[in-house]
């Protein structure tokens, strides 16, 4: 263990090789200052005889940042993509709108179902009145999101319908009182009055609003063959002949030779009988054109009709009995 504990270089005859004569002149063959160059840092090496440059302490400062000539121009988001994510958002919007809407449905028609059944809640009529309500009547329950507005609209035309029938009547009233010998036309105004409100609430409104419910063809041709009658009846009023109970333009004009206030209140109504033409022929483009996107055809209409008279029990009754009818008289006749 000595021998490797002790220093090789030590022995004379072996010598230490930086003593060399090579190593020796090399090492005076380097400039002064070199020695004390340390390659890891910024400063450069001192010649002899010179002292090394101190240098002076710095002070922390913020970094130079260079201004731009010219402001950039702010990023905006091309047209197309600000267009197509803000459909995306409406689409969401609608989407979430009408699962609110099909949920709050379904609670309700829990509820529903939970109290024992929908009551009928039109008319609406006060709870001590004799007669009680004849309808459900619920748009945001039984009709579709998408056809909502289209269904209330159609209610609302139909009340202004039994608004104007009530004007019309009123002013078949003034003009009797100017003129007795129109007696006629005030009764035929109370008449189409009390005749109209119900018929029109059953025979059209009430076919569209079960059409659009339960998406059904044949209600759909049921509405359109009735409300095509009820624009011709329309037409008929805002003329206005006389004797035929409505205060159309006709009879405004004539009622004005009598009266002019009580013309003028007839120009009214005329007026009012125009605006029911116009915008029930819009609503029936409107409504033709949504029927033919709900997939409805004169084929299923047809289907609908054929179930609901067959699984009409006074139907099936009446087919019974002639079916039977026949088959006894064939039977009397073998014998």
């Not at 028609?109 to 809640?121: C, E, F, T, W, Y």
């Not at 009123?170 to 105004?189: Q, Y």
């Not at 005749?195 to 359109?224: E, M």
Request: net charge neutral; with cysteine.
């Amino acid at each position: 263990m000595s021998d490797f504990d002790s220093n090789p270089f030590a022995d004379p005859e072996i010598g230490s090789p930086f003593q060399d004569p090579s190593v020796t002149q090399v090492r005076q063959a380097v400039p002064p200052g070199l020695e004390e160059y340390n390659p890891f840092t910024d400063a450069k090496p001192t010649p002899g005889g010179m002292a090394p440059k101190t240098t002076a302490p710095t002070i922390n400062t913020q970094p130079a940042i260079m201004k731009p000539t010219e402001e950039p121009p702010p990023y905006s988001q091309p047209q197309e993509q600000s267009g197509a994510a803000a459909e995306l958002l409406r689409r969401q919007e609608e989407l979430e709108r009408k699962a609110a809407e099909l949920d709050r449905r379904e609670r309700e028609m829990q509820s529903l179902s939970a109290s024992g059944g929908r009551k009928n809640n039109w008319p609406p009529l006060p709870e001590k009145f004799p007669v009680g309500p004849c309808f459900y009547h619920d748009i945001t329950v039984d009709i579709p999101v998408e056809f909502q507005k289209t269904v209330k609209i159609m209610y609302y035309l139909w009340m202004f319908h039994t608004g104007t029938l009530l004007a019309n009547m009123v002013g078949c009233l003034a003009w009797f009182c100017v003129d007795t010998s129109r007696g006629m036309d005030f009764g035929l105004s109370i008449l189409w009055f009390m005749l109209f409100t119900p018929c029109s609430f059953v025979c059209w409104y009430r076919q569209l609003y079960g059409a659009f419910r339960s998406d059904s063809s044949f209600r759909f041709f049921a509405f359109f063959f009735v409300y095509i009658c009820q624009f011709g009846i329309y037409v008929i009023q805002c003329i206005g002949i006389t004797g035929w109970g409505a205060s159309g333009w006709i009879s405004a004009l004539t009622g004005l030779n009598r009266s002019i206030p009580v013309g003028i209140i007839m120009i009214l109504i005329a007026a009012l009988f125009t605006s029911l033409a116009v915008m029930s022929l819009i609503m029936f483009k409107k409504v033709h054109a949504m029927y033919r996107t709900t997939g409805a055809s004169f084929e299923k209409a047809q289907q609908e009709f054929a179930t609901g008279v067959m699984s009409n029990k006074t139907v099936q009754t009446a087919a019974a009995n002639a079916a039977s009818r026949a088959a006894q008289g064939n039977f009397k006749e073998q014998i």
